[in-house]
C-alpha cells in the first residue's frame, strides 16, 4: 500500500553538502521518493556523482560547487539554484565537521584547539546555517510552503567524552536555532526541523574494514549495539521533507540508537 503523504513526486529539493555520507544518502533518497534534487558540495567533482545517480534514477538534478562557509559563494549557489532549478519546497543543511581535540592545553600535553581553529569550526559547525537560511529560505517564505531540515548530533543534545567542545557547543545552538525558527517561519507555512544523527561511520570516506573495526570498537556505547547507516538518517530526512510531517515543527529527532538515554560504559 503506497502512502501519498510520503510520495516526493512533483517537489523540489535542494540539499547543502550533499556530496557523500549522510548528505549523499537523504539527496538519494528524496529522488527514489519522487523529487528533483539539487546537490551541494565543495568541488564539481564529489557533487557531480550524486546528481548523475539521482539522474538514473529518473528525476532532474543539479550539482553546484560551493563553500558554505563563504557568504558570497552562497549567495551565488542561491541564484544559481533559482535561475537553473527554480522553485524548491525543500532544503537540507547536511554542513558540519567533527573535532576531538580539548578546548584549551591540558596538563597531558594533548594538542588543543587553535584559535584560529575555533573560528574555522564556528564558521562550518553554525554559522553555516544562517547563511544557507539567509540565502535559501526566503523564496520558501514567500510561496508560503516548505520544510527545511538540519542535521545535527547526538553530541549536540549532551556531552560525551572524547568530543571537543567546538563541535559539541555550535551543535548545541543549532538545536536552539532550529526552535527559533520554527517561530518565525510558522506564520508563512514554512517549517523548521533537525535530525540529531548518532555515531554513523561514512562509506564516502572509510573502507569496510575500518568500518568493521570502528564498529567492533564503539558498538558497546550504543543499547541496539550497532552503528547507524546513512540511510537510517534518510528515512527520517523523507519523513520531514515529505507532506507525512506537516504538523511537526521546531523538533531535533533522535537517530542515535538510544545514546542519548545512557551513560557512556
Known sequence: MEIPEFNMSGKRAVVVAGSRGIGRAIAVMLAEAGADVAVTGRSLETAGPVAEEIRKLGRQSLALAVDATDDGDMERMA???????????VVFHCVGESSRKPMIPMPDGAESITPDEWRMYLELNLTSMYTACRVLVPPMLEQRHGSVVFINTY???????????????????MLRMTQALALEWAPYNVRAN????????????????????????????????????????????????????????????????????????
Request: aromatic share 8%.
Open 194 to 265: 533537525g535530525i540529531g544523527a548518532g555515531i554513523i561511520p561514512d562509506p564516502d570516506q572509510m573502507t569496510p574494514e575500518r568500518i568493521q573495526e570502528y564498529t567492533d570498537r564503539r558498538k558497546h556505547e550504543v543499547p541496539l549495539r550497532r552503528l547507524g547507516v546513512p540511510r537510517d538518517v534518510a528515512y527520517v530526512g523523507l519523513y520531514l521533507a515529505s507532506d507525512a510531517s506537516t504538523y511537526v515543527t521546531g523538533q531535533t529527532l533522535m537517530v542515535d540508537g538510544g545514546a542519548t538515554l545512557v551513560t557512556m560504559r
Open 155 to 173: 553530541v549536540g543534545i549532551r556531552a560525551f567524552p572524547g568530543w571537543s567542545v567546538v563541535y559539541g557547543a555550535p551543535k548545541s545552538a
Open 79 to 89: 541564484a544559481q539554484v533559482q535561475q537553473e532549478f527554480g522553485p524548491y519546497d
